[in-house]
C-alpha cells in the first residue's frame, strides 16, 4: 500500500536545509522536542532500549533518543530528510539506523519487537493514518509503549495552528497543515484501540505568544500527545 501524499513529502524535502536551523522554518520542532521527551520520560527510562521514530524528518527526535545505549532507527519518505538526518548524525558522530522508506513497506522486511515507537506531528500529513497505526501495532513489542502527537480538529486549533501560526504569526511555513486532516482524540484512541492499544495519557502542548515557549498541560483543544501501550 502507497500511504503517502507526495505533496507532503515534497513541502519537506523543500525545507531540507532547515532542519537544523534552531531559528529556521521549523524552529517549533527544535522548541517542543524537549517536551516529548519529558512526557515519553514519564512512561518510561531510555536505557538499552529498541526505539523507531516513524516520520523522523531530519532526526530532531531520533538524535534526542540515542542516549544510554539506545537502539534508534529513523524512518521517513523523504529521502532529502533521510539525507539531512544521516549528515547530522555521522557529524555528531551518532550511530542511528536512518531509512527512507514507509512503515508499511518497513514492516514487510521482518525488524520487529520495538520497544518504543515515536509518530510526532506525522499522522496529519498521511492519506491513511489507520495504516500507519496497523503497522505500528505489527512492529511493537507487547507492553511496548506507542506516542503520537497530532492536532485536533475543531475551530479554536483551525484558528491557532493555521490562521495564527502560518499566516500572522509566521511560525511554521504556511501550507504546513491542512484542516481536514486534523484527528480528534476520540478518534486517535478509538483506532489505536483496534489494533491492540490502551491510551496511558494524553496531554496537551500549548503555546505562549508572550513568551514564545511552549509546555505540557491539560486541555488537548490543539496540539496533544497521547501514551499508548499494546497489549
Known amino acids: 500500500m502507497i500511504n503517502i501524499d507526495n505533496n507532503e513529502v515534497d513541502k519537506f524535502s523543500r525545507l531540507a536545509d532547515s532542519w537544523w536551523n534552531h531559528n529556521g522554518e521549523l524552529k517549533t520542532l527544535h522548541q517542543v522536542n524537549p517536551l516529548r521527551l519529558e512526557f515519553i520520560k514519564k512512561f518510561t527510562s531510555l536505557d538499552n532500549k529498541k526505539i523507531i521514530d516513524i516520520g523522523c524528518g531530519g532526526g530532531i527526535l531520533s538524535e534526542s533518543l540515542t ?8 524512518l521517513d519518505a523523504s529521502s532529502e530528510a533521510i539525507n539531512v538526518a544521516k549528515q547530522h548524525a555521522k557529524q555528531n558522530k551518532l550511530k542511528i539506523n536512518y531509512i527512507n522508506s514507509t512503515i508499511e513497506d518497513f514492516v514487510t ?3 520487529l519487537d520495538f520497544e518504543i515507537v515515536t509518530c510526532m506531528e506525522m499522522l496529519e500529513h498521511v492519506p491513511e493514518p489507520e495504516s500507519i497505526i496497523a503497522s505500528i501495532a505489527k ?14 480538529r475543531n475551530l479554536k486549533s483551525y484558528l491557532l ?3 495564527a501560526a502560518e499566516h500572522i504569526l509566521k511560525m511554521v511555513p504556511q501550507g504546513t497543515h491542512q484542516y481536514n486532516k486534523f484527528i480528534k482524540p476520540y478518534e486517535l484512541i478509538k483506532t489505536a484501540e483496534k489494533y491492540g492499544f490502551v491510551a496511558l495519557e494524553i496531554i496537551g502542548v500549548h503555546y505562549n505568544p508572550l513568551t514564545n515557549s511552549f509546555k505540557l498541560a491539560s486541555g488537548a483543544d490543539v496540539n496533544y500527545i ?5 497489549v
Open 67 to 74: 542516549t544510554n545505549n539506545n537502539d534508534v532507527y529513523g
Open 109 to 111: 522486511q521482518g525488524n
Open 139 to 152: 512492529l511493537i513489542k507487547k507492553d511496548g509503549l506507542f506516542f503520537a502527537s497530532t492536532l485536533n
Open 161 to 163: 495552528s493555521i490562521v
Open 226 to 230: 497521547i501514551a499508548f501501550r499494546k
